[in-house]
């Protein structure tokens, strides 16, 4: 139940976009802002906090105002402020690069939305193959079973659930390439896009997991019934949003190749 809400929600965040989009955005960076603080500073909570969300909601908002360049490097100026409280540099890296990881996907990600005429496209795509990888990889370990990924990191983990996830995302792509691209020759690579999308959400989830085990904690928070937090929730699409934010920055022509429309 909670994850059909959750599903239901972004759903209607992504096709309304503008504020709206912003706002589902800005309520997230506030909830992983604390869980991220509360897991890496435990000591220290609300300085960490007050740090990774002044930067994470600049962020955000200045990336909803189309200023994705001036967001991030308003979000790289408050991970460093933040960082300067730690003395060791363990302890620097957890926190500027804890900001980053929270405050950045989000920013990318409105960013995304925002690409005209193809950012509710993207969007959609994106949310497609996470929730087929995510659905396929559970589904895929329980019932095939197999050796595990990394039991230290995450004990129930297999590559059978990898392998499932991944091939789910590829056969999910492909199906928006149907929707999305006319031309049916250039249908194709969108198989081998899914499964590259599905495969990064699956290791941001795996990276996550590493992280709960560097500081110790089952789950992020419980403020998800079901599911923990929303750094537990969203790893996933938090990884692939900075694949495929990355892919379109750098690879502007990408869009014609996807969407059949010029960059």
């Given at each position: 139940m909670s994850g059909l809400v959750l599903a239901g929600l972004g759903l209607a965040a992504a096709f309304a976009g503008g504020p709206w989009l912003a706002a589902a955005c800005g309520a997230a960076v506030v909830a992983m802002s604390y869980e991220w603080a509360r897991m890496s500073e435990p000591e220290a909570t609300m300085p960490a906090f007050a740090f990774a969300l002044a930067g994470s909601l600049g962020a955000v908002f200045l990336s909803s105002w189309q200023y994705l360049a001036l967001g991030v490097l308003w979000l790289l100026l408050c991970a460093i402020a933040s960082a300067t409280r730690r003395r060791t540099l363990v302890g620097v890296i957890e926190t500027a690069g804890g900001a980053l990881y929270i405050g950045l996907p989000c920013a990318l990600f409105l960013w995304l939305r925002d690409r005209a005429p193809e950012g509710l496209q993207t969007i959609l795509a994106l949310f497609a193959i996470i929730w087929?990888?995510?659905?396929?990889?559970?589904?895929?370990?329980?019932?095939?079973?197999?050796?595990?990924?990394?039991?230290?990191?995450?004990?129930?983990?297999?590559?059978?659930?990898?392998?499932?996830?991944?091939?789910?995302?590829?056969?999910?792509?492909?199906?928006?390439?149907?929707?999305?691209?006319?031309?049916?020759?250039?249908?194709?690579?969108?198989?081998?896009?899914?499964?590259?999308?599905?495969?990064?959400?699956?290791?941001?989830?795996?990276?996550?997991?590493?992280?709960?085990?560097?500081?110790?904690?089952?789950?992020?928070?419980?403020?998800?019934?079901?599911?923990?937090?929303?750094?537990?929730?969203?790893d996933s699409l938090m990884a692939a949003t900075l694949l495929v934010g990355a892919a379109l920055a750098f690879g502007p022509r990408a869009t014609s190749l996807l969407f059949g429309v010029s960059p």
């Open positions: 087929a990888a995510d659905i396929f990889a559970y589904f895929g370990g329980k019932l095939i079973g197999g050796p595990k990924v990394a039991r230290g990191l995450s004990p129930n983990k297999t590559w059978s659930g990898i392998v499932a996830g991944t091939l789910a995302g590829a056969a999910a792509g492909y199906g928006c390439g149907l929707l999305f691209q006319p031309d049916p020759s250039l249908r194709v690579p969108w198989l081998w896009i899914g499964a590259l999308v599905a495969f990064t959400g699956l290791m941001g989830d795996l990276f996550e997991s590493f992280l709960k085990r560097r500081f110790g904690v089952k789950d992020a928070s419980r403020i998800i019934p079901g599911h923990g937090g929303v750094l537990d929730r969203i």
